[in-house]
């Protein structure tokens, strides 16, 4: 398969799990007491460990454009990270003291730092995770909207998901240019899938146990 016809494919494959994923959050009745504040403190753990990993994986990427498309990433995390503080310290919200990454890696976290080749980080983290976050963060904007918070809302729509948006596109731009094999691109529609089954199986148990949806990023 060309790379092209491959990338297509798996865009194909990942938008009906996507759209089922951004369904589940949107559909979720969050409890009255949880409301805007309490989301972006879990959106603080998304951003530290996007960040952490972005950073982790340019120190080993051989390739120069894979590692440049990391250091952008890693800055553009770090980035939304100090956003999401600003806006916290905006509604009042205290963060002295809090630790988002106290509870320690989340499984995705985990599953992501497994992967050793470009294709599959490509594929899993920037045009599959980073899309992830795009679906979801589209939801906790509406969210946003229904709670009567339009600041969070647009932080969200104007400032961080062009981002994340970028981010998905960097990552097709490096498996049109690596996925070039059919174990490369086994392999990386193996890590994509993955990925996304984990973000299902992980915003599901946030529903069950804590009654959490409409849950920003990834």
Not at 12 to 38: C, F, H, I
Not at 67 to 72: G, Q
């Amino acid at each position: 398969m060309t790379p092209e016809a491959f990338v297509a494919t798996l865009e194909e494959g990942n938008r009906a799990l996507l759209d089922a994923l951004a369904g589940k959050s949107a559909a979720g009745e969050t409890p009255g007491a949880m409301g805007v504040a309490q989301l972006l403190k879990v959106a603080l753990k998304n951003e530290l460990e996007a960040t952490e990993l972005a950073a982790l994986w340019l120190c080993d990427t051989p390739e120069i454009d894979a590692r440049l498309a990391l250091a952008r990433q890693c800055g553009d995390e770090a980035k939304h990270y100090r956003w999401i503080e600003e806006r916290l310290a905006a509604l009042g919200v205290d963060l002295t003291g809090f630790d988002p990454s106290a509870s320690g890696p989340s499984p995705l976290l985990t599953h992501l730092r497994s992967l050793r080749t470009t294709v599959e980080r490509a594929a899993a983290g920037q045009f599959t995770r980073e899309a992830i976050a795009v679906a979801r963060n589209e939801v906790f904007a509406a969210f946003c909207d229904e709670r009567g918070d339009a600041e969070t809302a647009a932080l969200y729509r104007e400032r961080i998901q062009p981002d994340e948006q970028h981010h998905h596109q960097l990552g097709r731009r490096l498996l049109l240019k690596y996925a070039l094999t059919d174990e490369a691109q086994q392999a990386a529609r193996a890590a994509a899938r993955t990925t996304l089954r984990i973000a299902d199986e992980v915003q599901e148990l946030a529903r069950l146990k804590a009654g959490m949806c409409r849950l920003p990023g990834c």
